[in-house]
């Protein structure tokens, strides 16, 4: 019978409550002759007869007038109070016009005001209980039970649209407020969040929905810190922009990502820096299907380029992006053209080709090996894509006579131990003596740390491991870095490049160092678990040590020296740090050529440590020769047969 009326057309929903009305409305009357005579007879009954007939006809067409039978009950709040006072009053007083004009006397005031009181009062009445019943009727074994931190519109909104679902109940608010803490909210009492372990325990709440959409980052991270004692599984709304039309959707809500942890709030781009380098230009990203340049990608798309020339060797990366790409520019109405092309920095010849026949204009530098372990294990090819890739790319936009050259760095080309940083470093030295031989391609370097969601990033991987119940995989207790998100980094790096005068090394502002090993405990306390250890041997997360991998770091750093200015933008900052000449760089990088043609690893690895004066390797030569010879020996065989 219940599902049967849970399941009525919203028509027959609508008239049932209706006919409910039309029957109960003149019974709240007679009880307002009651309490007003005291008892009820047959003489009554005559007096206010055609009253007690008119009363249907009268209230129930104002009713329908005013809306209030097309409220959804499940979504009704104290909104529908004014509607029932509003329908009622007018009621009240064409009832009593009607008495005036069939003579209906003695009349009783009493009698209308006990009426508009009832029908009141029955009306909202019946409609909570009919929400209360309906939301019940929804909840299963497999509701969750949940508390709302912020007691505001979101939370509300939050807590409203939970009712029409099954998924999750709320059962408290609460907020830090004390003018909120002790009010209700359709019915759910608001709490200080001291008094979170006593709504755990009373209502067994399972997680706790942060819905507090307007307030920044920062603040976003002092509540995170505050609730992380709970052990309690964290979750969030979206950010205002997504309650734009008034609708907070259940399944918008998301768990707590690592930005909501660094409590970085993103310094506004100045549209003027974004576009100088882009606007109606031809725009070549090399390593368009990678995390930064895939980013970048959709950043430049959205300054209008008359063209964006996209390069990548993989083919699978390059087709998904120009996909989404040309998807984006559908959507956004933006007419341009998308040309991707498969291919190596390496290849000097179809460079030559896309750079004169396409005539770019800018070129961001994105194509680069940057794992640090595969690089460490295959050293003469991160040499070769990484260093003699970009001086490829340089010499075809110098010979093209291209504007704005941007190359991505990253901070382990600061005192490299690994040959990923040492050839990074390496790489902005090229650049570096490029911007001295000539003036009319303008180069310069953006070095920045890591970026969330990137490939390899740990954070997916701490994501995964704890879902799968653990343990969590560490190399080193002490191990930090600096961390950013990909879009901010992309506005960043499109600023910086507009910033450039000839041979610049920016580098980003990426706030304070994060300790590993606190991003994952933080993970596991805010995913509702705990930490495995000598303290918590209940918990249900384990964090294993698994040593350092082949050439990393402890700290990562973002400046060689001290030698660094500001700019026009907060965020951005210029090193001043040592050069080496072109003659002496181009001797360098001949024999660094001809050893990686030889295989002489040995003489490969005094040449980095030659060049790069701040190259310290982490590993011993040893241990570098036979990662070397036991892999690229293999290719090279391969590559003979």
């Known amino acids: 019978m219940l599902n049967l009326l849970i399941q009525l057309p919203r028509r027959n929903k609508q008239l049932l409550a209706i006919t409910t009305d039309a029957i109960c409305l003149p019974l709240a009357f007679i009880c307002a002759i009651w309490l007003r005579y005291e008892s009820f007879n047959l003489a009554l009954f005559q007096h206010y007869f055609w009253l007690i007939v008119a009363i249907p006809f009268v209230s129930v067409p104002i009713f329908i007038r005013t809306g209030l039978y097309r409220a959804i009950v499940r979504y009704i709040d104290q909104k529908i109070l004014g509607v029932v006072v509003f329908g009622a009053t007018i009621s009240v007083l064409l009832l009593t016009f009607i008495s005036l004009m069939l003579h209906i006397l003695p009349i009783s005031r009493a009698v209308f005001g006990f009426f508009w009181a009832g029908s009141i009062f029955y009306l909202c009445a019946s409609r909570f209980i009919a929400r209360a019943w309906l939301v019940r009727t929804d909840i299963n074994e497999n509701t969750v039970p949940v508390c709302i931190y912020g007691a505001g519109k979101a939370g509300a909104q939050l807590a409203s649209v939970m009712r029409s679902g099954g998924d999750y109940l709320c059962v408290a608010f609460v907020d830090d407020n004390p003018n909120r803490q002790g009010a209700t909210i359709a019915g759910i009492k608001v709490y200080a969040p001291q008094d979170i372990p006593k709504i755990a325990a009373r209502f067994g709440a399972e997680q706790i929905l942060l819905a507090m959409p307007s307030i920044s980052k920062a603040r976003h991270k002092q509540i995170l810190d505050q609730l992380e004692p709970f052990k309690l599984k964290i979750r969030m709304t979206p950010s205002l922009t997504s309650l734009v039309n008034g609708e907070l959707r259940v399944q918008d809500v998301r768990d707590v990502e690592i930005d909501d942890l660094l409590g970085r709030d993103q310094v506004a781009p100045d549209p003027q820096l974004l576009s100088v380098c882009i606007r109606d230009k031809q725009v070549l990203v090399t390593g368009a299907g990678g995390s930064i340049g895939s980013e970048l990608c959709r950043q430049i798309l959205r300054q209008r380029p008359a063209s964006l020339i996209l390069l990548d060797m993989s083919e699978y990366a390059l087709y998904a992006i120009e996909q989404e790409l040309s998807e984006l520019a559908r959507q956004e109405q933006i007419a341009l053209r998308i040309l991707p092309f498969l291919g190596s920095v390496l290849d000097r010849k179809k460079l030559d080709n896309i750079f004169t026949t396409l005539q770019i204009n800018t070129v961001y530098h994105a194509a680069a090996y940057k794992h640090v372990p595969l690089v460490e294990h295959n050293p003469i090819e991160g040499i070769r894509n990484n260093v003699f890739g970009t001086l490829s790319v340089a010499n075809a936009a110098m010979r093209a006579g291209v504007s704005q050259f941007v190359l991505i760095s990253t901070d382990k080309a600061v005192r490299p131990t690994n040959i990923m940083g040492a050839t990074k470093r390496m790489a902005e030295l090229v650049l570096q003596a490029c911007a001295r031989r000539q003036s009319a391609t303008r180069f310069c370097m953006v070095r920045f740390g890591n970026v969330l969601g990137s490939s390899g990033s740990v954070v997916p991987l701490f994501k995964k491991q704890i879902q799968a119940g653990g343990p969590i995989t560490l190399t080193h207790p002490e191990i930090t870095r600096y961390f950013m998100t990909i879009p901010e980094a992309a506005q960043l790096v499109l600023q910086a490049g507009a910033m450039g005068e000839g041979g610049d090394v920016f580098v980003l502002d990426m706030g304070d160092p994060v300790r590993i090993i606190d991003l994952a405990r933080r993970m596991v306390h805010l995913s509702g678990l705990e930490v495995k250890c000598d303290e918590t041997p209940d918990g249900q997360i384990e964090i294993q040590h698994v040593g350092l991998r082949p050439g990393e770091k402890l700290y990562?750093?973002?400046?060689?020296?001290?030698?660094?200015?500001?700019?026009?933008?907060?965020?951005?900052?210029?090193?001043?740090?040592?050069?080496?000449?072109?003659?002496?760089?181009?001797?360098?990088?001949?024999?660094?050529?001809?050893?990686?043609?030889?295989?002489?690893?040995?003489?490969?690895?005094?040449?980095?440590?030659?060049?790069?004066?701040?190259?310290?390797?982490?590993?011993?030569?040893?241990?570098?020769?036979?990662?070397?010879?036991?892999?690229?020996?293999?290719?090279?065989?391969?590559?003979?047969h």
């Not at 200015?565 to 000449?581: C, F, S």
């Not at 490969?604 to 690229?632: F, H």
């Open 556 to 640: 990562e750093e973002l400046l060689i020296g001290d030698n660094v200015e500001g700019t026009t933008h907060p965020l951005i900052m210029r090193a001043r740090e040592n050069e080496l000449p072109w003659t002496e760089l181009e001797a360098s990088l001949t024999a660094i050529e001809q050893a990686c043609e030889q295989f002489d690893f040995p003489q490969l690895r005094a040449l980095l440590l030659k060049t790069v004066a701040e190259y310290q390797p982490q590993c011993g030569i040893e241990d570098l020769l036979w990662q070397a010879r036991s892999r690229e020996s293999i290719s090279k065989t391969s590559t003979l």
